[in-house]
């Protein structure tokens, strides 16, 4: 029984309220109560999980006869809200059975061959202890003049005189001290279950329990039932009622936590971004309707990144702590309070600790972790209390930023919170709420280089681009490096892995897993200063090229030529940042990282036969994410005035689908799919060409042989001449 006492007093917790008036003599109008006409009925509360006939545990602390007080002007007898529910009185008080009483057969520590053994007595201990109580430690149980109120209490209807009228924190003091008496004997009573009663008073659909007795009384009510491992959960204060018919709504909860993505003023549990973006989130908690039944408050964020997302706390990106008066002013950023981690001038107090991977330590089952020990005690810099009220909302928000790490599947980057907090006015427990998981996604390209010629048509070695996004003087490029990924799936979910080096990667892939690289793995974009240094490359690049062609063959060939050497050169400055067409398919490595936005490919090396585009290769990327499921729904990849939308699923006989790819797979993979295409240069003919050249030819021949004619005939002349 001892040991069944103390797991009572450890289990009793959390989030329920209830009011309490207790009368200890009959007033004049009043009437009596039926003996037939003594139930409870308990009705639970929206957002706890449903009831169950062993929820509490019941024990008699007084017994006598129960009157009805008059109602209150302006209510009726079915009303059981708050504030006037417990309108019965108690007259002829005597010690319940729990308190003063005979073990019966069946019961804990009964003693069939002892019958004194099985009687007990609690109330000398009981009267003991309170009259032994602090004045400083527990002050409620002294009155404005000092003096303990149980002082002079040596019955049971004494003690009744003093609980008359007392506030609900007295109560819950004076029940926590009942709790604590070892070997405390409960009655026997089950309750019937109702679940899924619709009140007149509320629209909500809750379960409710009928407890019906037979002895009247005074009665407290003790939530032992076993705590949720799985939903938010929480166990009630001490309810102490006397019988009659007693209709207690509590109006208990548990808080409850949610996780936004904020973007321009507006918020979402979707949201796109790329590599090196900023994306700020918003944590918003609200707390119990019995925040006030608290003597301390407990209050934990545990917030988890993917991998994709590095947290970042700095001048620009701070993380912000607010308590807001209402739903409305923190929806809208309004009116909130700036709450001060630390308060106070010198050797400051704490309203909240913060662990993240910057401070040391971090935490290890989480990314970020915020926490209160006293909400009830937050104080602002000049040491003044901050009013926190069961109304009330507390919001962090924080920055993280996209990291090379972020995967392109339409799983997403999952981001996700949950919410500890005290569930025990009594006690120092706490509970958990369920996740809440938002979604950053980002995307990839799966690009190819072809030539307008029918040698190339599919796919044209030897072109590189720089992709940027802006333009003129804001113009960004975009930085690369090579990895491999390794993709593997668990329960039907995929998860991508990069690796520095193919070795590392193909070791990953051997414990299962499909491998993919070298893929250009977008990490970051350049800034001002960097961007003009990459155009100044380009630059130098298209001279060194421009001398290359100029030179001779031998000079272009040979590695340690002068063109050959200062072309590399300048194609090596460009290497973080180049995308290059390789093999006889034109494949340019996939580029993954990438925001929704607009983006130009410049082609910086032009193969050799075919034109330098006149234009940018220009490319939008637009996504639409499902409000209700906040997950991805369709990707739309625009070059020109040429669309394509790969969506999730597609309905029977859309005109958006091609039948020639898997479009939900390409969907899937997050990979968008287009092909560049370079013009071959023309062939022009020579001007006066090779007929030309034959005449000219001919014409020297036949010039030639008639200049020879003519000296030979000349010479036969003039020795025909000498002759004659």
Not at 468 to 493: H, L, M, N, P, R
Not at 663 to 691: C, W, Y
């Amino acid at each position: 029984m001892k040991t069944a006492n103390r797991k009572f007093s450890r289990l009793l917790a959390c989030a329920l309220v209830f009011l309490l008036a207790l009368t200890a003599a009959v007033p004049v109008f009043a009437d009596s109560v039926a003996q037939n006409n003594l139930e409870v009925v308990i009705h639970n509360n929206e957002g706890l999980p449903g009831m169950s006939t062993d929820q509490f545990t019941v024990y008699q602390l007084f017994t006598g006869t129960p009157h009805k007080e008059t109602v209150a002007p302006g209510t009726t007898d079915n009303d059981y809200d708050a504030d006037n529910w417990n309108n019965y009185t108690l007259a002829d008080v005597q010690w319940g059975s729990s308190i003063q009483g005979t073990l019966q057969a069946g019961d804990p520590g009964y003693d069939a061959g002892n019958p004194d053994s099985n009687k007990y007595d609690h109330s000398a201990k009981l009267l003991e202890t309170l009259q032994a109580l602090d004045s400083d430690a527990d002050a409620w149980a002294y009155d404005e003049e000092g003096a303990n109120v149980f002082a002079s209490v040596t019955t049971a209807a004494d003690l009744a005189k003093v609980l008359e009228n007392k506030t609900n924190d007295f109560m819950q003091h004076f029940a926590a001290i009942i709790a604590d008496i070892e070997e405390l004997v409960p009655v026997k009573v089950t309750p019937t279950l109702t679940e899924g009663r619709t009140d007149e008073q509320d629209d909500n659909s809750k379960d409710y329990l009928t407890y019906t007795f037979t002895e009247p009384g005074y009665y407290m009510f003790a939530d032992t039932h076993e705590l949720s491992d799985t939903d938010a959960d929480a166990r009630s204060e001490y309810i102490i009622a006397v019988l009659g018919d007693q209709e207690i709504n509590l109006k208990a909860s548990v808080p409850t936590v949610d996780k936004e993505i904020v973007e321009s003023g507006n918020t979402s549990k979707g949201d796109v971004a790329g590599v090196s973006d900023y994306v700020q989130f918003k944590l918003t908690g609200t707390l119990p309707q019995n925040f006030e039944d608290f003597d301390f408050y407990k209050y934990i964020f545990h917030d988890t990144l993917s991998k994709g997302l590095t947290y970042v706390n700095d001048a620009t990106h701070p993380l912000t702590v607010k308590v807001y008066a209402s739903q409305d002013d923190a929806d809208n950023d309004r009116d909130g309070v700036v709450i001060p981690a630390t308060y106070g001038e010198g050797p400051s107090g704490t309203n909240y600790t913060v662990k993240d991977p910057i401070s040391d330590p971090k935490p290890e089952d989480c990314s970020l972790e915020v926490s209160f020990d006293d909400l009830k005690a937050l104080q602002d810099t000049d040491s003044k209390a901050i009013e926190v009220t069961a109304d009330s909302y507390i919001v962090v928000t924080y920055y993280a930023q996209v990291n090379e790490d972020a995967v392109i599947l339409d799983d997403g980057n999952p981001n996700t919170v949950d919410l500890e907090y005290s569930n025990d006015p009594n006690h120092d427990g706490t509970g958990k709420t369920k996740e809440k998981t938002v979604y950053v996604y980002a995307f990839g390209l799966d690009l190819t280089k072809v030539g307008s010629d029918t040698a190339h048509s599919t796919g044209l070695e030897g072109a590189g681009f720089v992709l940027k996004k802006g333009e003129g003087e804001s113009v960004q490029y975009a930085i690369f490096e090579d990895q491999w990924i390794v993709t593997t799936e668990t329960d039907g979910v995929k998860t991508q892995t990069f690796y520095d080096t193919q070795e590392e990667a193909e070791a990953a892939a051997a414990d299962g897993g499909t491998m993919q690289g070298p893929v250009r793995r977008l990490t970051g974009w350049t800034d001002a200063e960097t961007s003009a240094d990459v155009k100044a490359a380009i630059a130098d690049y298209h001279t060194a090229k421009a001398n290359f062609d100029k030179a001779t063959k031998e000079d272009q060939a040979s590695p340690s030529g002068a063109a050959y050497v200062e072309l590399q050169s300048k194609k090596n400055a460009l290497e973080r940042y180049l995308l290059e067409s390789k093999g006889e398919k034109g494949e340019i490595p996939d580029v993954y990282g990438l925001d929704e936005g607009s983006y130009f490919l410049e082609e910086v090396i032009v193969p050799d036969g075919y034109n330098t585009p006149e234009e940018d290769f220009d490319i939008k990327i637009e996504a639409e994410i499902n409000e209700s499921t906040d997950k991805l729904e369709s990707v739309t990849y625009t070059h020109g005035t040429e669309s394509v939308t790969y969506k999730a699923a597609y309905t029977e006989g859309d005109p958006e689908y091609d039948d020639s790819e898997d479009m939900v797979a390409r969907f899937h993979s997050g990979l968008l799919k287009d092909t560049i295409e370079n013009q071959k240069a023309p062939f022009l003919p020579f001007t006066g060409g090779i007929g030309t050249l034959i005449f000219y030819i001919l014409g020297i021949a036949l010039i030639g042989g008639a200049v020879t004619y003519l000296v030979i005939a000349s010479k036969k002349r003039k020795k025909a001449e000498e002759n004659a």
